[in-house]
């Protein structure tokens, strides 16, 4: 089963406006971490906010928050004011624990967003 | 130092040869890790390495070997690779145990199987 959905394969937004990136999870873990990454064509994984479950507030971290319901299981991710630099694929990653006690993350398939000028 | 750093960024090798990626860190972080991605698809995780000790490894073919030397260093060699082995590959590195701990991620090594 799928633990973390993304279901917007691409987005498109008009540069200064804003833009949610959906993200669900699936765990019956009580303790869990969410993560939100951005990959530029060049490849490398950028982090760039998190969310624990058990933090009674939504994560900010600059113009990247995060809207964290967590009765519904989705941690979506809200860009404001977009930039031409934020066009790149953005994946939603869950913290868990696997068979070996050791943590390992998950990540959705991604979604691409392009900024547009 | 928030770096992680991979070579080499480009390869090209045969089916026959032999070659290691590497990978380094600086920052004190125990779990350490490789991910194959293909693309426009999200990392697939292949070995989690935790206090030098190779903790998982997803049914990666034995085609690819992981070794973990000491805490800062991550090799992956490959022996006998297919051309659908053609990918990136990421590695990454985070604090271990409980907590709310990030990956860092290398710039990845573009890998061509001809």
């Known amino acids: 089963a799928q633990k973390i959905t993304q279901t917007q394969p691409g987005m498109f937004v008009q540069e200064k406006e804003a833009v949610t990136l959906d993200c669900t999870y699936d765990?019956?873990?009580?303790?869990?971490?969410l993560f939100w990454y951005k990959q530029p064509s060049s490849g490398e994984m950028i982090f760039l906010i998190y969310?624990?479950?058990?933090?009674?507030q939504n994560a900010t971290e600059g113009r990247y928050s995060l809207n964290f319901q967590k009765a519904r299981k989705s941690a979506n991710l809200v860009i404001s004011a977009s930039q031409l630099g934020d066009s790149a694929m953005y994946f939603c990653a869950m913290r868990e624990m696997g068979t070996s006690g050791t943590y390992k993350y998950i990540f959705g398939t991604g979604t691409r967003l392009k900024v547009l000028a | 130092d928030t770096e992680v750093t991979q070579t080499p960024k480009h390869l090209v090798m045969g089916m026959t040869n032999k070659k290691s990626l590497k990978c380094e860190q600086h920052?004190?972080?125990?779990?350490m890790y490789w991910y194959k991605q293909k693309a426009k698809k999200p990392p697939e995780l292949m070995f989690v390495y935790s206090y030098e000790k190779l903790s998982i490894n997803e049914s990666v073919p034995s085609r690819f070997s992981p070794e973990c030397p000491n805490s800062s260093l991550l090799n992956l060699h490959l022996h006998a690779l297919q051309p659908e082995d053609s990918a990136l590959y990421l590695c990454?590195?985070?604090?271990?145990?409980?907590?709310?701990?990030?990956?860092?991620f290398g710039p990845g090594t573009r890998l061509t199987v001809t």
């Open positions: 969310q624990g479950s058990y933090d009674q």
């Open positions: 990454a590195s985070s604090q271990s145990g409980v907590g709310s701990y990030e990956q860092y």
């Open positions: 765990t019956s873990d009580p303790s869990y971490g």
């Open positions: 920052m004190g972080h125990r779990a």
